[in-house]
């Protein structure tokens, strides 16, 4: 006979189901017992009957391996927090932030001079400490930066200073190794060019007429 297709619902016979319970239990055990043989796995099975009796397999050390499957859990719980407890954690911290911002832009405008009308006079008193604080601590700044600058000129000037001197010392120095032949040349080049009387106008005439036009001068 053809065994018909067994419909997964609660047997409503009582004596139908318990006999349905001792096979599909005998052979669950069985296929325990084959898995932890033929695969060398540790193969733990508990199982409760409908009357609370309980049945149980162990291919080593129930105990053991019950420790072991809790010790697992508790390793991946560990590892991997639950993703609802994670996303209520970073919307707490996003609300946190956005307040922080919003306080941050309320103090920027009143330190602009913005929004003070609800303010008290003490709050009026801290923001004015507050500024006169930070014009203070700007004109510190602003003075060691002008310090600053200035030792920067002081440093260029003694350097320009240097380099006048180095340069001069080279002038010195070819002049003094120049020959007296080549000054000596160098002063009668000079009067030679002083005393030559070149003529350059023009003259139109007899020859006669301009040498005597130039010995008149």
């Given amino acids: 006979m053809v ?7 609660r047997i409503e016979n009582a004596t139908s189901r318990q006999v349905t319970f001792s096979k599909r239990r005998n052979g669950l055990l069985k296929k325990a017992f084959e898995l932890s043989v033929l695969c060398d796995a540790e193969v733990a099975l508990i199982i409760f009957s409908p009357r609370g009796k309980l049945h149980e397999f162990a291919s080593s050390s129930m105990h053991e391996t019950i420790q072991r499957y809790r010790k697992h859990t508790k390793d991946v719980k560990s590892n991997n927090p639950p993703v609802v ?9 996003t609300a946190i932030l956005a307040k922080k911002i919003e306080l941050l832009e309320v103090s920027k405008r009143k330190l602009l001079g913005e929004g003070l009308g609800s303010c008290s006079i003490s709050e009026l008193q801290q923001i004015e400490q507050q500024l006169e604080k930070s014009v203070c601590t700007v004109r510190a700044r602003k003075m060691q930066t002008f310090k600053e600058q200035i030792e920067q000129l002081k440093e260029k000037g003694k350097n320009l200073e240097a380099d006048n001197a180095s340069l001069l010392a080279k002038f010195e120095d070819e002049q003094r190794q120049e020959s007296p032949e080549d000054r000596g040349n160098l002063t009668s080049t000079t009067e030679s060019s002083e005393n030559s009387d070149v003529e350059t106008e023009l003259f139109i005439g007899p020859p006669e007429k301009r040498f005597k036009r130039i010995i008149d001068k």
Avoid: A, I, S, V
């Fill in 85 to 93: 407890q994670d996303t209520q954690h970073l919307k707490h911290e």
């Fill in 3 to 9: 065994r018909g297709k067994t419909q997964m619902r």
